[in-house]
């Protein structure tokens, strides 16, 4: 069984976000870039557990982005995975990401592509779905366990109010989040190991963008707290009430 | 060319966030011209899919098929999709949900069309399409244009005030081309918690941190919500101390929530907590650590003790609520 693990790098979750250029850019400078915790904790420690029980043959981990997305990718090889594939070309519109990563993906006859719910930069929690979409195969999504039988999964997801166990046979594109796996630390034999495995970079496939960024906006700041006595609850329960409205 | 809207429904029951949805789509459709298709998958009674045109369907297109009631991303995108064709829409609406999240970008990839997932904003057309959405999981917002002709969004629920108005709608059946490969998901076991409030749909939060102290001390936090009628939420090292249930856990990488009350005990407030949570319209921090961070984001305060400041929180509610009955 061959798993492709889709890798997204992301702003550190501390990261204080900033705009530049007229709030037409996020500003990278001093930003530390992690491994999208869903991606590195979940769906990667999960394939890696796949291939250690002898479920999985390879692991193959991609990721779309220009050569500034290679620290992250190598960090996610000290983790584990056989190789890795960066399609490079720079993107925030999730059609795109998808299809480029549904072009390479074709050509490598995957069983299983796991990636996370979302990434915490863009937060569509799309190019799961969008994959399984352009590879026509099942897609689940808020998986929280997966196993694999004889060439079928067994899968527990979230869905509204409750979670739902389904099967499926492979091929399948799974979303991971929190309960899939444990998260796990590289080790200096797996940063050594990483140094040398490979990484493709693959021209990107000619697809257009669907979507583009005009400009960002922070958060209006609170005009500020207003302390109420801890003795007087009641005052606090008129003010949620006459003030803020909400109960 | 119409506006299409998927119509989630719980067991043949559309839910509040159902007509903010279709409510959304009515009037990106007023904006463009044109009129709501909503589209309803499973087993609904024709009285409840009438009830659509209270939030602005115009028509209710109706896939009466029971191996729809369990979501199925393959089948329900294929419902949109074969929608959309028939009435040439340009536009298609799904919630930011569990549902929508599986379906609107199966929808995207099979029409080629731009997707904005989880917008807080009608779309401006003056320019465009240029739609807000929510980035850096709560720490800004992006205006996002949509260049392709047809195009997809999924709304954050509980973003609009839902406001019912009269009428009723016609419904229609929707013949769908499904075939065998669209249903190899089999769904072996569902478990649906019964009686509390989702916490991703609820108005009230109640939510705990570390400053709770342990799990035995949640009873307070228990007693308040049940008053309120809130749901329950923690913070991150709770959950990882297993104090609390994960789904319970709201921030960065949890989940991200936009109640009209959020009230906070025992949480000082990380970068990566306010991230879930800074959506919410009133934010209530208690807490009995003058420095914690939390303050900051906070409409109103209370420097306190937890464990006796929330009984007589709860003292007070109880209170309001026999004064207004």
């Known amino acids: 069984m061959k798993i492709l693990v889709c890798i997204s ?235 803020a409205k909400v109960i | 060319m119409s506006i299409i809207v998927l119509a989630e429904h719980t067991q043949g029951v559309f839910k509040k966030k159902t007509f903010e949805a279709v409510q959304y789509a009515a009037a990106i459709a007023e904006k463009l011209g044109t009129t709501v298709t909503a589209v309803a998958v499973g087993s609904v009674a024709d009285n409840e899919l009438q009830t659509l045109g209270q939030a602005g369907a115009a028509k209710v297109l109706h896939v009466a098929d029971a191996r729809l009631d369990n979501l199925n991303a393959r089948a329900y995108a294929k419902a949109l999709v074969t929608a959309t064709q028939k009435e040439g829409a340009k536009v298609i609406v799904a919630l930011h949900d569990v549902t929508g999240k599986a379906v609107a970008p199966r929808v995207s990839a099979a029409l080629k069309a731009g997707l904005v997932a989880g917008a807080v904003s009608y779309p401006d057309t003056a320019n465009g399409f240029v739609i807000k959405k929510t980035v850096f999981s709560g720490k800004a917002f992006a205006y996002v244009n949509i260049t392709s002709d047809v195009k997809v969004v999924t709304l954050m629920p509980n973003t609009f005030q839902v406001k019912k108005g009269e009428g009723t709608v016609a419904v229609e059946k929707l013949d769908v081309a499904f075939e065998d490969k669209d249903f190899g998901i089999q769904v072996k076991e569902v478990n649906k918690v019964t009686g509390a409030v989702p916490l991703s749909e609820a108005e009230l939060v109640v939510s705990g941190g570390r400053g709770m102290k342990g799990p035995e001390n949640w009873y307070v936090l228990e007693d308040l919500a049940k008053e309120l009628g809130a749901a329950l939420a923690c913070s991150r090292p709770v959950a990882d101390a297993h104090w609390r249930p994960h789904h319970e856990h709201v921030g960065q990488t949890g989940g991200t929530i936009r109640p009209n009350l959020y009230i906070a005990v025992g949480i000082s407030g990380a970068i990566q907590h306010l991230a879930g949570v800074n959506g919410s319209k009133t934010i209530v921090v208690i807490n009995k650590d003058p420095e914690a961070p939390f303050f900051k984001a906070a409409d109103y305060g209370v420097l306190g003790d937890a464990m006796e400041v929330v009984p007589r929180l709860t003292e007070a509610v109880k209170k309001f609520k026999e004064a207004h009955s």
């Not at chain 1, 007229?22 to 796949?50: C, K, M």
């Not at chain 1, 990483?194 to 257009?208: C, E, G, S, W």
């Open chain 1, 9 to 243: 790098q992301v702003p550190d979750t501390t990261t204080k976000i900033a705009f530049s250029d007229n709030n037409t850019h996020f500003s990278t400078q001093g930003v530390t870039f992690i491994i999208n915790p869903y991606d590195e904790w979940y769906a990667l420690v999960r394939a890696l557990e796949l291939k250690e029980s002898g479920a999985a043959t390879d692991v193959h981990l991609v990721t779309v982005g220009k050569a500034d997305a290679e620290p992250v990718i190598r960090k996610a090889l000290a983790l584990g995975g056989d190789e890795a594939i960066r399609i490079d070309v720079d993107s925030s519109d999730p059609y795109l990401v998808a299809a480029q990563i549904a072009e390479y993906a074709k050509t490598g006859n995957y069983d299983l592509v796991l990636c996370g719910k979302e990434s915490i930069d863009y937060n569509n929690g799309s190019v799961g779905a969008l994959l399984a979409g352009f590879l026509d195969m099942n897609f689940i999504g808020f998986a929280t366990s997966l196993q694999i039988e004889n060439g079928t999964a067994t899968v527990k997801r979230e869905i509204e109010g409750g979670e739902e166990t389904d099967a499926c046979s492979l091929p399948l594109v799974v979303s991971c989040q929190k309960g899939m796996a444990e998260a796990r630390i590289p080790n200096m034999r797996g940063i050594m190991a990483a140094r040398t495995k490979p990484l493709k970079v693959v021209a990107p496939a000619d697809i257009q963008a669907l979507t583009n960024i005009v400009s960002y906006e922070l958060p209006p700041a609170k005009t500020g707290v207003k302390m109420i006595s801890p003795e007087n609850m009641d005052e606090l329960v008129e003010l949620l009430h006459t003030e």
